[in-house]
């Protein structure tokens, strides 16, 4: 191990059980070969999501006996926009019930039919919202992101000649906003740097464009430029966080990544147009302006743990566990997505089963296959997830066919990212006997949630 030990100790356990082989056969069968169909009782250790399957704090769970369920002007909200303020710099916060509502509320607002939405690499719920409201999401990221070997400090930055080239295209009318995701998910957890996020606000300074941040993992991103961008190597997180911020004009949150609690969202601006629209229609989609479709606890544990989310000592530890289970695959020759990210392990399935076609879902593949092997969950992020083009109906087979090992916050030890290690370097082992799969369902909105699928016989 190379990163500190765990700045907690552990004060409450929830026993977890391994199934027999026999039974982990049936149920990844029972579940079409997709583990979000798996019962959570069926997983040993549950690497799906890092979203809302955070630990806790003592401080958290205290809050959240404090939580003042009153229908409006609940004294957690307060806290809540309190902490947004002092740790994001934003004076105004609508609350929504997880990140999704936030985009719903933010991006209805902005966009207009037949608008186009620059990213830095889309993400699933956000590529849905732009386009329910008639908007296109494009890409914008720099071209190394969807390089798995190349090992740019930053592989979330935006790439300017990339957005310059849809202004060109589209006209500036047509761009509803540009819209920039901290610690890119999709592309593996990577970072934008402080540089690109200042020029960026100059680019669209100069064009009046609006930019809005997909800020769920900023803290993690926050954590990436102090270690790794000069000037910033002894900056406090929280004031990495706040210059971060001040170059947008406005973010989305879903609280259930860095925030530490297992649901809750919100909106953040300092933009009084776009919170008079926004905290006017959360009443309609979400709840009161003051909760938002939280209840007042669960207000309160986000306010604390946005907090506890940004202290160094904390990020420190969170990053090296998933740069530990990182090495320890990369060690063995297992490919990965490099550099390893903030939140997730991504395996490169081209790599790992270059015998299967992209039809016969690789990702996916690999995923059921490492359930079965070790009960271990984890989730495709590949083709499935981007769906079909909104336009044509044809799938799109991104560069990236990725399956992702997301660590849950202060929830496992290192012998669990060791065993895991353990089970998919002997999945790589015999990797030649993993047939492929094909889908026989497919939903009409996220396929990749509700999606089942048949073994194809090698
Ligand atoms: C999780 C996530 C969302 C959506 O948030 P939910 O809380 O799951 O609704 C949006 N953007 C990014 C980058 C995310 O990781």
Not at 14 to 37: H, Q
Request: hydrophobic share 35%.
């Amino acid at each position: 191990m190379n990163g500190p030990a765990e700045p907690f100790k552990i004060k409450v356990v929830e026993p977890v059980n391994l199934p027999s082989e026999k039974r982990r056969k049936e149920a990844i069968r029972e579940a079409g070969f997709n583990t979000f169909l798996l019962l959570s009782e069926d997983v040993y250790i549950d690497l799906l999501t890092d979203s809302g399957t955070s630990a806790m704090s003592d401080n958290q769970w205290a809050g959240m006996m404090l939580g003042d369920e009153a229908y409006a002007g609940s004294k957690n909200f307060y806290n809540l926009e309190n902490a947004v303020k002092d740790i994001l710099g934003f004076k105004y916060t609508v609350p929504t019930h997880q990140g999704r509502g936030a985009e719903h509320l933010m991006y209805s607002h902005l966009v207009k039919p037949g608008q186009i939405v620059p990213r830095n690499m889309y993400f699933t719920t956000s590529k849905v919202h732009v386009e329910l409201p008639g908007g296109k999401m494009v890409d914008m990221i720099i071209d190394e992101a969807h390089d798995p070997e190349n090992t740019h400090p930053f592989k979330g930055n935006v790439d300017f000649n990339k957005l310059q080239g849809y202004i060109d295209e589209y006209g500036v009318d047509k761009i509803s906003f540009v819209n920039v995701e901290m610690d890119v998910n999709m592309a593996g957890g990577q970072p934008v740097s402080m540089e690109n996020l200042r020029k960026l606000r100059e680019f669209c300074d100069d064009y009046k464009l609006k930019i809005i941040y997909d800020a769920t993992r900023s803290s993690e991103n926050a954590y990436f430029i102090r270690e790794r961008e000069k000037g910033y190597e002894n900056t406090p997180i929280i004031e990495i966080l706040r210059e971060m911020m001040s170059y947008s004009d406005g973010c989305i949150y879903s609280s259930k990544k860095d925030c530490l609690v297992n649901i809750g969202g919100f909106l953040a601006t300092n933009n009084e147009e776009i919170f008079e629209a926004t905290r006017s229609s959360v009443v309609i989609y979400e709840g009161l302006h003051t909760y938002g479709g939280m209840a007042g606890r669960d207000m309160e544990a986000v306010a604390r743990g946005l907090q506890e989310g940004a202290q160094y000592k904390y990020l420190k530890y969170r990053i090296n566990q998933v740069r530990y289970l990182g090495e320890l695959l990369m060690k063995a020759g297992v490919p990965i997505v490099k550099p390893i990210g903030g939140h997730a392990v991504f395996l490169n399935a081209l790599k790992f089963l270059p015998h299967l076609s992209r039809e016969q879902w690789p990702a996916q593949t690999l995923s059921a296959a490492i359930y079965e092997d070790s009960a271990v969950r984890t989730m495709e992020r590949g083709a499935v997830s981007k769906g079909r083009d909104s336009q044509t109906g044809e799938n799109i087979f991104p560069a990236l066919e990725l399956v992702r090992l997301t660590i849950p916050r202060r929830v496992y030890t290192n012998t669990h990212m060791e065993y895991t290690a353990n089970s998919i370097i002997n999945l790589y082992k015999k990797r030649d006997s993993i047939s492929g799969l094909k889908m026989v369902y497919e939903p009409k909105y996220l396929r990749f949630f509700q999606a089942r699928f048949e073994q194809i016989p090698l």
